[in-house]
């Protein structure tokens, strides 16, 4: 439990509400290269569980999953293999809770993660400029 928020690992019944929140011009206007095929979306969530490199979670706000986030692991800082794996690490916000710090919430839950039980010593994460302040507080 991060502050009001639930992370968790993404289940069935996640699934289209994922791909709704995928689909929303709101909440990816600044995304580049987000997945188009459904079918690949739904078999790459549903396989987080099992992964060991992908720690994706997804975080509910009174029993709605509001937010999703994207933590992949790979070697190689730099590097054209580690540049190729990052396929989506990212967090995307449901529009009609923006401004309600979830998207921040989520991204403190991935640290927290990553430097604790994942024990990694370096994180890389980006930010579009021209990202509304509305959407990320």
């Known amino acids: 439990l991060v502050g009001s928020l639930l992370l968790r690992y993404a289940i069935p ?8 929140l995928r689909d929303d011009a709101d909440a990816n206007r600044f995304m580049f290269g ?10 790459d969530w549903l396989a987080v569980a099992d992964s060991d490199t992908d720690f994706s979670c997804v975080a509910e706000l009174n029993d ?14 730099g590097t054209g293999e580690a540049i190729a794996d990052r396929r989506q690490d990212r967090v995307i ?6 401004g309600l710090q979830v ?12 430097f604790g039980p994942l024990e990694l010593r370096r994180v890389t994460a980006s930010c579009n400029a021209d990202t509304d302040r509305k959407s990320t507080r």
């Open 13 to 20: 019944d996640d699934i289209e509400r994922l791909l709704t």
């Open 34 to 43: 987000h997945q188009l095929d459904p079918d690949v979306f739904r078999r």
């Open 64 to 77: 709605t999953v509001v937010v999703m986030g994207f933590l992949g692991v790979v070697d190689g800082m």
């Open 93 to 98: 916000v449901d529009p009609r809770y923006w």
């Open 103 to 114: 998207g921040s919430a989520l991204g403190y839950g991935l640290l927290a993660a990553a």
